[in-house]
């Protein structure tokens, strides 16, 4: 059984994401770091590996935070119980030790599921085998006099004081960037956040207080039912939200000033590593557009000779633009793992002075000089200071929305490997004037920027093709015949 | 210095409700708590009197919390730390020993209170008094060897399966009672709660949801800076609630059903204790209306001869309307003593079978059947048991909702006492077809229910008018004619 | 695999007692728990199962517990945390509701071992056969909406005050029932503990403290190792505390009496179920002999016409005697089954006086009257009373102490049976003059009270024989040819 | 009022350490730090001052840290609470923030105390005076809205672990330097230690055990009524320990080693800043020989080349004496102020390579190396090392032991400063042949390193005479002869 998706893991807690399960990961990981901390010298490590635990706010979570804190204890590493956390908290506060956080992310109230943090950033695949290996031969306990007592830590306060001061800094370094007059600012500015009764309720809301909003919260209750809303942030789930705003916005000249209206929404998963953004008139912004915006602001800003942006393959042609425009490249890697791009963006960037100033997938953001995690909480500190002193369309007025499709193509897992290589040449063969990257799938750029993406399903019998075009059906139709032939080939 | 108010010790917590103060008063409430318990006799009490401890989301809850902890244990009582809670729960776990509730209620952020709960009751006015003697005479601390070390509790939980048990036995009441169908139930109800960052944010929505109904909830993340809205709950305050529920429910036919709009909106205040019931049209329904339609139910479903109805002097006649109309009786206390009030007809009942059936003053209900204190989130889950199984509409249709004014007549404070006694008499000689009721102020009933009441303010320099009438403004006219004449000629 | 043996759950933390069982074990209680709730009828019960958790000192003891509150609120139960406690206060704190000790007793530091309790009493053989059937079948999760999250309880003290307030009581009885002055007290008398690292350390010496006692402790740090002492209190691992209270007395007139030496010591085992007292000349009085003790004293002390005490086939004769001089009756029951022996008598008792005034096996005490567990706490509070009114010397004096043995015999496991049944044969007909009884082994008592016992062992190949006579060895070896004879003839 | 004696904050709960006064202290304390944080500078700091807040065991602990807490709090402070702790674990815990330990050391169980830290070292004299001058002023609550909310921390384990590893290093230096065969190791000694009921008895035990010592408890069990013995370990307090030790040794060849007796025992108070040894014939090693025996070593392993020890004027010359062997030199400081003598030394280093190694008081030790507070625990495993690589004996072996005289001289308070003035004068004239020392009393130190101080008593109304010399008697009545005609002439 693989363990560990693109998504970590996830599962129904009854059957796949047990508190078996989780003891028997938990004492994987313990495992795992002590003889990480042991190295491979002959020293002996002066004490057990430290690792903090946290969950969201799922009705499972008290249940599989014992049973991980179980594992963890009778590996021999030492916990450090923290309680209900947001994901980009927990990861905040594995600095310096290990981290895991329990969450399903955005997924139903049924699931749950396992991340694992060190240093700060997620597992690479190399570790996640290693913790996965363990698992598959059902690691033993450590010797009954290496078992540990748990600790108890507080750690969100400090969280929040730091995404505070960060944000600080930023809104200077925006005010000097930007074109807004100076002394625009954060206070006073109403903003309605829609917590999806997830674990940025305690947290988003504060911040955003702290920084001189006001905030009205949607669902701020942590409620591991999700009973206000699906907990993936859609225009459909955020419905409320988006009525909310437009309703209140009605007929107000500047709204989310002088007390009347709201300037944006925030719309969070359960774990508060996703944020969606919606504009004052209640339509979500793009994902991609709000990508684009921080890519450009951070790449603009950056002191280094070569700031890089780390993106996925299907995000849109519009974050390269803006990160050309203001002087930086991108780089893609698999979705997923963004962690995994900055590390290897920063491995080869040798003497020159390369510096990754953001990366990003759709809806999670990292704020590299905050820190190596994706951090919906962040985001919405940073998404507040650029509105508060440029508004929020001048920041989308550069941004070209092309329109975006994205279609899925029948095709049985085992056909999928022939069907790739197939692609990889009938593809560029068809498309003669696209730049062609085999990276992650087959990707073709148009010369008007235009581009497609065509890539198997890591879990479900499809091959997926995403495109953005200004004429995006027909770009889609011609390349869905490519792959529909080549399906239909690959039968043996 | 007079520490109880009507709304018990309340103030700002820089000047009034310190720390220092807090200290004392924990002090003093021990004293008088192992006073108690030792009674009168000449047996040594078996252990330290227990009080369980609670305080509300305010910013300086946990400074105050500390300090009153400090003068409990300090004083030799045995304090059940039971950390954030809305009031009602806090009453609730002092069944059976002693509570002390940190709360300012609705006030604005920078205040802070201090309320005293025996066995499930606030503290009656000597108990208060005999507190406030103890603050005064500066109490020490009991001899070292009788303070104590802090026990924690974890108690809502428990408070809100009793919540629950409750509603769930009074809809059954209420399927007999009620015209509706049965089988009606409040399954897939849909219901707006705004907890105003208060305490009821982890109390009404899960009662609700448990109880089957789908809750979204507004300012549901508990801020002691109260960023949402102002504490009370006013049609003002709860301008956001009440444009949520009327825009959600434009041109839905039924709503609340079927997955669309809202049935109804509930505002609560900081701690809970009161409740603001808003219609499907986002209009605020009249505080009286929801005692009238509460009592009316509580006395038509009571099993006694004798049901009695429990209010103050300000609350409206048409309580008085349909308590009658379903055969109760109404009885009236001073402001802020309905405990009294509930006491004083139980002291009263004799072999006679008397039961008070309701207690409640505008906005705060006392479930006698479910206990003895205020509670907002019992009537939350009561008024939507009564809306899923009769709707609103038809619950308030038969209350009649007479036009309401009240009025402040400037009064300086030394004369106060000299106006109300020529008032005594003036007022019954201008009006001379109403009954008077001289028991807390001079209350003037007319033959076709309207009334009006005067009584001086506990607190500031005026003479109160309240009236209610189909020509309400002529007798508030008329009212406060003779209130000035009497002030004017108080002046010595 | 059984699961529970005559000592419940217990074993090697790494092979046998693993997270992994325990979290199968609470998954099993919960379910088990939820089950008995719901009863036979066809009410829902109105919510989860109360199950209080505690754990001994035991390195293991953080992850077994976290792992056992995984299976428990992962199977439905509500769960109250009650960190560490001695065994007889989580019995306690079961009262009313469940309760699992997580223990193992006197067993190495490498062992833990788990305990469940039903309303202070501990499971009988019934219900740890079921929830034996439900481990095997590998109970699945609960729904996981039905999953809970724990409350915190603090229950130490509370039971403290109540060993406290029961010890008062008895030794006002003690005062009645004795031939010392009134007027003798508990005030002042030195008393020497070993808590052998255990967890009666934060208990005993509080509770003697409290009684009036001076008390000093050896190993009274809690610590998992048990560095101290081996932790079953035996003659050799009470080594210190015996020196300690033999040279302390040296030379002493009124050991424990005016600031000089200690009038007794007390040692417990990990869990403080056990207790070993130790005269003032540093010798374990018999185990037997403390049973005496305590028998006669609430045989004579009890108002029942019907007074029995419960003990168990290995315990000597002298209690039988002291128990029939003093007016009641034994009742014995096999070993680890006190509960059931009391159950047992109840049951019989019909319309007839008869109360169940003590219940004990060797170091193991039921104080009926307090509480249906094994409390060596208790007993602690209670040797202390007696000793303080009337001398240790003087409550022993009545005791008639004849030698003791106990011998093993080989047998294959596989022969127990057939041997058993020769012997239930054999055995009377070799002794003539000796009552039988047969019910748990083959029980010969002689017109002088001596007695001897043959049982096979539970755990071990053998067959065991005890035997208390004044010609003890002359017994043993009479017995011992029949037994070997029974063995040789039953290979088949 | 005189808030901070020698030894802070210390006395009787109901009368002088009270609440009250614990309140006022903890938020002069809060104000303090916001201004040293904030700095001169013209910079917001970026959050409120961390201050770590611990207690002891005693019976006021709890109510006396809730009332610090609550002016902490309600000054401003972020409070990390973290329970009960040795005095130098809360030291320890400071580091990079402040600390409060509430303690009254080896007083009686009716006192508390207060002890202030800034970054792992006590408040020094100025910030003493500050922190007095805000409770005389009564310093008001900070606004209500930087009231802040505690964090708790579990800082025991971190702390055990950085002992045991400093005592790990220490030996390794300790065996390269000592004259003991390599391979010795703690392995198996065994060790008895007084914990008096206190602080020290989660810790030092613990930590010896760690180390592979085998440890048994005295008086183990946390009660601040300190029942087992006076907190203050004297000869006479640790009656039981010495007993217990020599008891045991009797007749052993090799104390401590085999499994047979003790090699050495350890007496703490209350709050684990202080430490006695007893040796294998259950003797009280003097205190200055401690000294000496740590200074020595201190100096001969260090590789400074100035390598200074900080001492006090009462502290023996046989410190002096070994310190100067081993290639070192002395400083003294008046008594309570050791890190005002650290910083001092430290302030004069210039370039040269000055390092103070070690300072002391009797009884009360600072390892440098390890941290700048006073550390029992620590001192109990660094001699328990030395006591295993190379025996009590021979540690104890170079130190000449002159026989040690202290006698008090009456004189009432308002002469003390004219009678001091004479001395200053008369003594030297006295004795000839003496070097003087006026820095702190006066000191005649004398060619066979005899010595003599005379000093007035901070706290009582004597002045104190301290002497060391093979011929103390003479010596003392010589130096009383001069004080007493000094006092009589003072007399005006």
């Known amino acids: ?25 938990g004492r994987a990981v313990a495992a ?76 139903p109230p049924s699931d749950n599921g396992i991340k694992l943090f060190r240093d700060g950033v997620e597992f690479d695949r190399e570790l996640e085998l290693a913790v996965e290996a363990r698992v598959e031969a059902e690691e033993p306990p450590a010797a009954w006099d290496a078992w540990t007592e748990p600790d108890r830590v507080d750690t969100l306060d400090g969280y929040l004081a730091d995404v505070r001061e960060y944000a600080t800094e930023f809104e200077a370094d925006a005010d000097d960037a930007g074109d807004a007059d100076d002394g625009d600012s954060l206070d006073g500015l109403r903003i309605a956040v829609d917590c999806g009764n997830g674990m940025s309720a305690p947290a988003t809301p504060t911040v955003l207080r702290e920084l001189g ?45 002088d007390g009347e209206g709201y300037a944006f929404g925030i719309g969070h998963d359960g774990d508060a590593d996703r944020i969606v953004v919606v504009d004052a008139n209640g339509e979500v912004v793009h994902e991609d557009t709000v990508l684009a915006i921080l890519a450009e602001r951070y790449v603009r800003t950056s002191a280094a000779d070569d700031p890089v942006v780390v993106t996925t393959p299907n995000a849109s042609g519009r974050i390269d633009e803006r990160v050309r425009e203001a002087g930086g490249r991108v780089e893609r890697v698999r979705l997923g793992a963004l962690h995994e791009g900055i590390a290897a963006v920063r491995a080869e960037a040798d003497a020159k002075d390369t510096e990754v100033v953001f990366a990003a997938e759709p809806w999670k953001h990292v704020h590299t000089a905050f820190g190596g995690w994706i951090d919906g909480v962040c985001s919405a500190a940073v998404m507040a200071v650029l509105v508060a002193t440029e508004g929020l369309e001048s920041l989308r007025d550069p941004v070209t929305e092309r329109p975006y499709r994205k279609v899925s193509v029948d095709c049985p897992d085992d056909r999928k490997e022939r069907v790739m290589a197939r692609l990889t040449e009938r593809l560029p063969a068809a498309f003669e004037d696209a730049t062609v990257d085999t990276d992650h799938g087959v990707r073709l750029e148009f010369p008007d920027a235009s581009w497609t993406l065509v890539r198997p399903s890591g879990t479900e019998p499809y091959v997926r093709v995403y495109a953005e075009s200004d004429a995006v059906d027909e770009l889609v139709e011609s390349v869905r015949e490519v792959v529909e032939a080549a399906v239909a080939e690959a039968e043996s």
């Open 1 to 25: 059984m693989e363990l560990f998706g693109t998504a970590g893991v996830r599962g129904r807690v009854e059957e796949r994401v047990t508190p078996e399960l989780a003891l028997a990961v």
């Open 32 to 107: 795992e770091a002590r003889e990480l901390e042991a190295g491979g010298g002959t020293d002996e490590p002066t004490g057990p590996p430290e690792i903090v635990l946290a969950r969201d706010g799922r009705v499972s979570g008290p249940a599989i935070a014992a049973a991980t804190e179980a594992g963890l204890a009778s590996g021999g590493a030492k916990v450090s119980r923290a309680g209900r956390l947001p994901t980009p908290a927990l990861a905040h506060a594995s600095r310096g030790r290990y981290g895991v956080m329990l969450t399903a992310s955005h997924n």
């Open 213 to 257: 909003a006001t905030v009205v919260t949607l669902n701020g209750n942590v409620d591991g039912h999700f009973p206000g809303r699906g907990s993936k942030p859609t225009p459909e789930t955020l419905r409320d939200l988006r009525a909310f705003v437009a309703d209140a916005n009605e007929g107000v000249d500047d709204p989310g000033r």
